[in-house]
């Protein structure tokens, strides 16, 4: 499976890649600018989204309508609200999975 992950929180990261990188393949997004230009590219199976990630970004994410061209891909929304049900901007895909704070690493790579 071809994974796009956006999460800024370096050590969080590492620990996902490394829990996911032996069965699948993980794009890392660190910047915006990079997450956009790999969802416009597209290729992906699976994007996994920091909440609080996303939220840094949301204006810009929202003026480049970036919820519009991840509507065909399954998310994993993890680092949630309790009333968060899928990212403004996107209908909700059959696939997500939406994983509350605070989340356990294992319920994250078996959302997978």
């Not at 499976?1 to 393949?25: E, F, V």
């Not at 970004?57 to 993890?78: A, D, M």
Request: with cysteine; aromatic share 8%; glycine share 4%.
């Amino acid at each position: 499976m071809h994974i796009l992950l956006m999460d800024d929180t370096k050590k969080r990261k590492k620990q996902i890649i490394d829990l996911l990188a032996r069965r699948h393949s993980v794009v890392d997004c660190c910047t915006s600018n990079h997450f956009i230009g790999e969802v416009q590219k597209g290729g992906y199976d699976l994007l996994m989204l920091d909440m609080d990630t996303w939220k840094k970004g949301s204006s810009i994410y929202h003026y480049f309508r970036i919820g519009k061209l991840l509507e065909r891909l399954p998310i994993v929304l993890y680092n949630t609200d309790d009333d968060t049900p899928c990212l403004p901007d996107r209908a909700r895909h059959e696939n997500d999975r939406i994983l509350p704070k605070p989340f356990e690493m294992e319920s994250l790579v078996e959302a997978v």
